[in-house]
């Protein structure tokens, strides 16, 4: 498709469990990397959508975040994934959910949307479906899986720790989408389903506002996290205030995490309420950062 006239944006996350007494410095070399890959792929007029995947992909092939090749097992041993991704314009959405044998939730996550009538396929059913779509599976887990966060955070039981990655896309066509991939959190129950692969929770896209969160799950989806940011933009607020608006809400229910959101002018948000959270972005005047700690 050739570019459009909208000056495109972007902003990925690689979770908000940055402990700060640990170094991200592959971490921040990756995501500028992947940033300035997908402004290539903006500017020759990608779909937002695509970036998105393409942008989550690499994330979770990299082995370096608690998505994909870094997930962490369960507590049963078993490496159940879940993602989702959605789209703007058309609210078009796709899910999967405790996935266990592909390498890129988020590839399968695309596939439920293009290819099913549904919008999220869980367990084995979404299994049957990747396999049956010839999506890439792991094959063997002992010499796939980087363990990325084992020792990377500090993660007791019970806590919740996290680590997830996403991405949220402005096209040149003025298009949002957002996706969100991830391992869940540490030592999570067998069938322990979190925000991530729940469009409205972990990931959401419409017309004003393209989001992707990350943290403890299961308080971002008691505040409807993604599309509370969208509906609050829908009726006036700024982006900042929306976004910081629920974390907010989010810490006062006890929960810690972060999000990163788009809105329809490029501009970008990042508020968490833990130690950190890895970041990086392109605004629409082509400057590109990463952040792990500091705003
Ligand atoms: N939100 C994810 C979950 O609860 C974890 C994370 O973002 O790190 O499954």
Known sequence: MPAGTTRPALILHGGAGA???RNYDREIVHMREVVEAMKARLEAGASALDVVVEATAMLEESGLYVAGRGASPNLAGAYELDASLMEGSTRRAGAVAALQGFKSPITA?????????????????AALFAMDQGLEAIGDEAAWFTHAGQGEDNHPPGTLSHG?????????????????????????????VGDTPIPGAGSWADEGAAVSC?????????????????????????LAEAT??????IGALGG??????????????????????KRAWLRPDGEIGVEVFGR
């Open 19 to 21: 402990r700060r007494e």
């Open 109 to 125: 996550a695309r596939a439920v949307m293009d290819r099913t009538p549904h919008v999220m396929l869980a367990g084995e059913g």
């Open 164 to 192: 997830t990655v996403g991405c949220c896309v402005l096209d040149t066509h003025g298009v949002l989408a957002a996706g969100t991939s991830t391992a869940g959190v540490f030592g999570k129950m067998p069938g322990r």
């Open 214 to 238: 990350t943290g403890q799950g299961e308080y971002f989806i008691r505040v409807a996290a993604g599309a509370q940011v969208g509906w609050r933009v829908g009726s006036g607020q700024s």
């Open 244 to 249: 910081r608006g629920v974390i907010d809400q």
């Open 256 to 277: 810690d995490g972060g999000l990163i959101a788009l809105d329809a002018a490029g501009n970008i948000a990042d508020p968490f309420n833990s130690q950190g959270m």
